[in-house]
């Protein structure tokens, strides 16, 4: 191919971009401001270009966002994007820690410079808006500020124009979005450079082509206004544009001055086991503004759930319905021998008998089938010490369950029940907006608030993603939004493919917990009808020791032993799961390849104990992991739970050795992970 | 998620396919027909499924492709898609052993069996047609034969409706097809599972969920047709159709029964090493009309070529003007004296001056620039013992390079030039045609033959993929269809990621040869203005040692050595780049993982040489190879150009270790490659 053709034609974006980069042109141009990072190296500049209002990110000197444009489209309004002005700007500092009541972390540290750029049209209706960029040393931010003013009174926004102009054709971990009719997040990773990239999923995780940093892109702090997805342009440039989740006319986002969208963030790295855990969202979302955060406690829990997947129960009523007393006293005495905190049951309530996908309204979140003792359960339960999780399906009908909720949420607060799964099992929800539109949006931070009135843990599932909630509603413990296990019950594909779990670590779960639910032992299971599986039947795609692994690489303050209570009895790789934390002092993640291999260690929030998980894709490796994480001069146990030396995912997943070794912060243990495998380490001090 | 929303709403496509490989109802069925490979691993079924005619293969009884529909949609005729019947079949076998006259291996086995399978519509106009499928141990193909007909004389294809419902959510490596505006093969690949994909081109190659075998879907045998291209239905589904690049007026293809589509082609394979090298498509081509192939010679060459990518020289006239006399012989004298075998001269003919890329018209294929004396020169090359390489550059103008083109062939004829490089530097061609239309197919093809009659071998860039011409036209060289090396010169992306060739390797190069033009030594190359280059500007992505590995690994019978002679002369590894062969007795794939790294051997043809390349992607990585396709109770050399211990694509590409071993049959040989490295290795025989 010819240089003249690119020159002219080709890679229209990555040329343009190339030599805005190397300083084209601009007229008129205001003197750029710029905000820097506490530690100098991420640095935003924000300047007039064309009449347009753009910023541009560097890291180290280095381009990591080309001009990128900023603005809005308007439904009854003129556009506020061209012939703007910056008039004025402000700028802040903040060093703080602060405690998180639960997480991957026990502190958080909230540094970083603000600027704040106020803008207005230079022509009527000279509307006015500011945007306050955020530097961080891992990453930046930034958000529109709509002030209240006469021209701009209440609104309704078409499109958010916010431009991210990579300065590579970085590679992109993605999902699709917003394809027609399924509005979903449970799917499988792919893996392009951005310039092929069609309209995508955040957090976006990008690898520029150096191997010199990470961009994972996502938004923080959502409240009242749609998701953001991000949209390629044509094929062959850089830029991706926000895309919002659309209501039912198409229009995005309706609201009154004075306004803020959520944050827009960028966060960056060295190393991609920088990455995690990521705090830039949490440090962008309000302090709690829940002044008891005593009653929210992490858990593990067991529950009525897998065995529907795997079909030898049902939601509905009838001759294998899961939800019965007998059965669900059955699990809480289970949980309450195993240590677990609760006991999750589904369909126990009635409307599982209908169309109920098609029709949200069948659902009664109060009334138990008759085969189901609700009161005498929670007592038993109560007695046993174990919680009883209220399964909430509400298949989209928004309106029949807001109705119900103060109902309904004092009837389980006056039975002890202190955590809701719920769950949102539609694409398009009722009125035709879209699954992660604004509707919805304000529909789970009503539920979030109204929870918390009631002393309540939510653990949402088909949520919309995590923009950092948990921070000022810690009773937003754990959500869905990924394909997880219960793929590998019925999935038409055959079930999530080893490299699965080590795709979600650096995309899914840098946005926040999912409940992933971990812990299937019975990879082999026949079929329902007793016999052998078929070879491209959907199964569990890793070995035993992997399913171990989740339990600390794929964080979640409520964690799942998802398999049948009786696949776990007498399994010696049952203790770990007993003996494994949810809440975390520190977390370290020692080796990552995304899309290859995780190795995490975590250290018990409250205890001494660490742990470590890792885990593999469909290659066997080994890793020499040196334990300095220790606090050196004190002697440990770590136990040690490995694929056996000819244990693979698909021919041998349970083939597993479980030992024991003394160990000091100066040992260096070697990890060896069949392929699909893992390995589960707990280290506690030698008594 | 739930389980019943699966099987309601989730995954149709998957859902379907999963209860058709469980067995749905078959009402008013046929009997199937059937059809194994030699081997009888994989089996062709093709049946009636309501009303449509499907077939299923399956691989060691597993399945591959679910049933998966074929037929026609015609502009003026009605389908020819239901109500269908079988009428009839035939078959044969074939196991015959030809002779490439040049290749990656000398001998190709076709052996295979066949099945006719005669169709009619049941109801008026009762069109028939017959599908043939072959089933070989490496593979099946099939294509469609349109008898002559009353009810189907002339005919306007719309679209081809052949399916690939794959029984699996394999992972695909891919790359985007059929843009606005952007008709190419030059990309960066994807990697997705299939279950995403929207239109992408062939070779797609995918592996399935297991591990358990590799597929490659492609087409053989495009005479008189468009290119196809595969398109993805709705998210979720594993459904791929036939998508054929259109003429300007929306339609497919015209034709007059008889009339036979190219094959479509389901290459399979247990080994990712096994893919290659690929003979599939060539069995499926018809044998060589050439009865003379003698002058048709593989070689290295050299041109006047980079340089105008690096912006030192032009192919306009002017100071810069690359293809000057006094240049060219300076090529031609160092072609001659390193044993190269052709020199390329792009920029000698009239018609770059002016707006050539809107202009496909405006270049003569006989008229030199003022400052290049053509004839002199190709003197001069022949008493040198050297071929010139004509260079045509079309720029999409079909019509004025057909109306010159027996003149053209004919005086280099005259000149003893023996060989032409051509260009399509266009999207859409004249006319508003594909790039990849039946007008681009039939004007290949009618050059290809021309060529023919003149002697010429042909090397075409921006091509029509490979669909196995070089069998029946041998003089059908090489050709271009990819990213190749001119990108690391100025490509606005920065240039290509070292895992780049990894995948073409098991993508592009499946089709066949692919002139890359490896070989640049002067990686870091200051910028034209002499100042250090820029951090991200483009460059070469590789060690120098993986540049001479790519001599190996990257098949093609026309081998560049891309750089300035400047950069070779007293550079140690040239000697590498003098030695290798262009020609092959035999290939041996000894490791491979897409993406990841590549090593082969290969045998030169007539000679007792091996050669051995390895390449990597930004991982560094160990092989032990084991020489065991050396004849035993030898003595052999090993001249090995490896990476320097501390050399890296990035930090220190040109380091590089240069060593002799002496080896045997039973000798292991390490492998070390650095991060983006290589290793190029000459097995001599002991002297």
Same mark, same amino acid.
């Given at each position: 191919?010819?240089?003249?053709?690119?020159?002219?034609?080709?890679?229209?974006?990555?040329?343009?971009?190339?030599?805005?980069?190397?300083?084209?042109?601009?007229?008129?141009?205001?003197?750029?401001?710029?905000?820097?990072?506490?530690?100098?190296?991420?640095?935003?500049?924000?300047?007039?270009?064309?009449?347009?209002?753009?910023?541009?990110?560097?890291?180290?000197?280095?381009?990591?966002?080309?001009?990128?444009?900023?603005?809005?489209?308007?439904?009854?309004?003129?556009?506020?994007?061209?012939?703007?002005?910056?008039?004025?700007?402000?700028?802040?500092?903040?060093?703080?820690?602060?405690?998180?009541?639960?997480?991957?972390?026990?502190?958080?540290?909230?540094?970083?410079?603000?600027?704040?750029?106020?803008?207005?049209?230079?022509?009527?209706?000279?509307?006015?808006?500011?945007?306050?960029?955020?530097?961080?040393?891992?990453?930046?931010?930034?958000?529109?500020?709509?002030?209240?003013?006469?021209?701009?009174?209440?609104?309704?926004?078409?499109?958010?124009?916010?431009?991210?102009?990579?300065?590579?054709?970085?590679?992109?971990?993605?999902?699709?979005?917003?394809?027609?009719?399924?509005?979903?997040?449970?799917?499988?990773?792919?893996?392009?450079?951005?310039?092929?990239?069609?309209?995508?999923?955040?957090?976006?995780?990008?690898?520029?082509?150096?191997?010199?940093?990470?961009?994972?892109?996502?938004?923080?702090?959502?409240?009242?206004?749609?998701?953001?997805?991000?949209?390629?342009?044509?094929?062959?440039?850089?830029?991706?544009?926000?895309?919002?989740?659309?209501?039912?006319?198409?229009?995005?986002?309706?609201?009154?001055?004075?306004?803020?969208?959520?944050?827009?963030?960028?966060?960056?790295?060295?190393?991609?086991?920088?990455?995690?855990?990521?705090?830039?969202?949490?440090?962008?979302?309000?302090?709690?503004?829940?002044?008891?955060?005593?009653?929210?406690?992490?858990?593990?829990?067991?529950?009525?759930?897998?065995?529907?997947?795997?079909?030898?129960?049902?939601?509905?009523?009838?001759?294998?319905?899961?939800?019965?007393?007998?059965?669900?006293?059955?699990?809480?005495?289970?949980?309450?021998?195993?240590?677990?905190?609760?006991?999750?049951?589904?369909?126990?309530?009635?409307?599982?008998?209908?169309?109920?996908?098609?029709?949200?309204?069948?659902?009664?979140?109060?009334?138990?089938?008759?085969?189901?003792?609700?009161?005498?359960?929670?007592?038993?339960?109560?007695?046993?010490?174990?919680?009883?999780?209220?399964?909430?399906?509400?298949?989209?009908?928004?309106?029949?369950?807001?109705?119900?909720?103060?109902?309904?949420?004092?009837?389980?607060?006056?039975?002890?029940?202190?955590?809701?799964?719920?769950? #949102? $099992? +539609?694409?398009?929800? @009722?009125?035709?907006?879209?699954?992660?539109?604004? &509707?919805?949006? /304000?529909? !789970?931070?009503?539920?979030?608030?109204?929870?918390?009135?009631?002393?309540?843990?939510?653990?949402?599932?088909?949520?919309?993603?995590?923009?950092?909630?948990?921070?000022?509603?810690?009773?937003?413990?754990?959500?869905?939004?990924?394909?997880?296990?219960?793929?590998?019950?019925?999935?038409?594909?055959?079930?999530?493919?080893?490299?699965?779990?080590?795709?979600?670590?650096?995309?899914?779960?840098?946005?926040?917990?999912?409940?992933?639910?971990?812990?299937?032992?019975?990879?082999?299971?026949?079929?329902?009808?007793?016999?052998?599986?078929?070879?491209?039947?959907?199964?569990?795609?890793?070995?035993?020791?992997?399913?171990?692994?989740? #339990? $600390? +690489?794929?964080?979640? @303050?409520?964690?799942?032993?998802?398999?049948?209570? &009786?696949?776990? /009895?007498? !399994?010696?790789?049952?203790?770990?799961?007993?003996?494994?934390?949810?809440?975390?002092?520190?977390?370290?993640?020692?080796?990552?390849?995304?899309?290859?291999?995780?190795?995490?260690?975590?250290?018990?929030?409250?205890?001494?104990?660490?742990?470590?998980?890792?885990?593999?894709?469909?290659?066997?490796?080994?890793?020499?992991?040196?334990?300095?994480?220790?606090?050196?001069?004190?002697?440990?146990?770590?136990?040690?739970?490995?694929?056996?030396?000819?244990?693979?995912?698909?021919?041998?997943?349970?083939?597993?050795?479980?030992?024991?070794?003394?160990?000091?912060?100066?040992?260096?243990?070697?990890?060896?992970?069949?392929?699909?495998?893992?390995?589960?380490?707990?280290?506690?001090?030698?008594?």
């Amino acid at each position: 191919m010819k240089r003249r053709w690119m020159r002219r034609w080709g890679v229209c974006g990555l040329a343009l971009a190339w030599s805005l980069a190397a300083g084209c042109s601009r007229l008129g141009a205001q003197a750029p401001l710029t905000v820097a990072s506490p530690d100098g190296r991420n640095v935003v500049t924000v300047e007039m270009l064309d009449g347009h209002l753009v910023y541009i990110l560097h890291r180290d000197g280095r381009s990591v966002l080309l001009p990128s444009r900023l603005g809005f489209a308007f439904r009854g309004a003129p556009s506020l994007a061209e012939g703007l002005r910056i008039t004025g700007s402000e700028r802040s500092s903040v060093d703080e820690t602060w405690e998180q009541p639960w997480g991957e972390v026990a502190r958080v540290r909230d540094h970083h410079n603000e600027l704040s750029v106020a803008v207005v049209e230079m022509s009527e209706p000279r509307r006015r808006f500011h945007v306050v960029f955020r530097a961080f040393d891992d990453g930046v931010a930034f958000r529109y500020e709509l002030p209240e003013q006469p021209a701009l009174a209440s609104f309704e926004i078409q499109d958010e124009l916010t431009e991210f102009v990579f300065a590579d054709n970085a590679k992109a971990w993605w999902i699709p979005s917003d394809r027609p009719r399924l509005d979903r997040s449970e799917m499988l990773y792919s893996e392009s450079p951005v310039s092929v990239l069609d309209s995508v999923q955040t957090p976006l995780t990008l690898e520029d082509r150096d191997g010199g940093h990470f961009i994972v892109i996502h938004e923080a702090h959502l409240v009242d206004y749609p998701r953001m997805f991000l949209a390629g342009q044509a094929l062959e440039s850089t830029k991706l544009v926000a895309a919002l989740a659309p209501l039912a006319e198409g229009v995005k986002a309706r609201g009154r001055t004075p306004f803020q969208t959520p944050w827009r963030t960028i966060q960056l790295a060295d190393r991609v086991e920088d990455l995690a855990p990521s705090v830039l969202g949490l440090n962008l979302n309000p302090p709690s503004v829940l002044e008891d955060v005593g009653w929210i406690k992490p858990m593990k829990y067991v529950g009525i759930w897998w065995g529907m997947h795997i079909g030898v129960m049902t939601w509905a009523s009838g001759p294998l319905h899961g939800a019965t007393t007998q059965n669900t006293r059955h699990y809480i005495d289970f949980a309450s021998q195993n240590g677990f905190g609760g006991v999750l049951v589904e369909g126990w309530n009635t409307g599982w008998d209908g169309d109920w996908i098609a029709n949200g309204s069948v659902f009664s979140f109060t009334q138990p089938y008759p085969d189901y003792d609700l009161s005498g359960l929670a007592v038993h339960a109560r007695e046993r010490g174990v919680d009883l999780i209220a399964h909430n399906e509400t298949a989209g009908g928004l309106a029949n369950y807001e109705e119900q909720m103060e109902e309904a949420f004092a009837l389980y607060r006056s039975l002890g029940i202190r955590a809701i799964k719920s769950g #949102y $099992v +539609v694409d398009t929800i @009722p009125g035709g907006h879209s699954h992660y539109s604004q &509707e919805m949006v /304000r529909h !789970h931070r009503k539920v979030l608030e109204t929870a918390a009135r009631y002393g309540i843990m939510m653990d949402v599932h088909e949520p919309v993603h995590d923009t950092g909630e948990r921070r000022t509603y810690p009773n937003m413990m754990t959500r869905e939004g990924a394909r997880g296990q219960e793929y590998n019950a019925w999935s038409g594909d055959g079930g999530n493919p080893p490299e699965h779990e080590t795709i979600l670590f650096f995309t899914r779960l840098l946005s926040g917990p999912m409940d992933f639910t971990p812990g299937i032992f019975d990879i082999l299971r026949p079929d329902p009808d007793g016999r052998p599986r078929a070879a491209d039947a959907p199964r569990v795609r890793t070995t035993v020791a992997k399913q171990l692994a989740l #339990y $600390v +690489v794929l964080y979640s @303050p409520f964690q799942m032993a998802a398999d049948l209570p &009786e696949n776990y /009895r007498g !399994h010696p790789a049952f203790q770990f799961i007993r003996d494994v934390a949810v809440d975390w002092e520190q977390t370290r993640v020692l080796r990552g390849r995304i899309g290859d291999y995780v190795v995490v260690a975590r250290q018990e929030r409250g205890g001494g104990d660490w742990f470590v998980g890792a885990i593999t894709d469909e290659e066997g490796r080994a890793f020499e992991i040196p334990l300095s994480f220790l606090s050196s001069g004190e002697a440990y146990v770590a136990e040690i739970y490995a694929d056996a030396s000819d244990a693979h995912w698909l021919h041998n997943p349970l083939a597993m050795t479980i030992s024991q070794e003394r160990v000091t912060a100066s040992t260096t243990l070697t990890l060896r992970l069949a392929p699909g495998g893992g390995q589960a380490i707990r280290i506690r001090k030698a008594s």
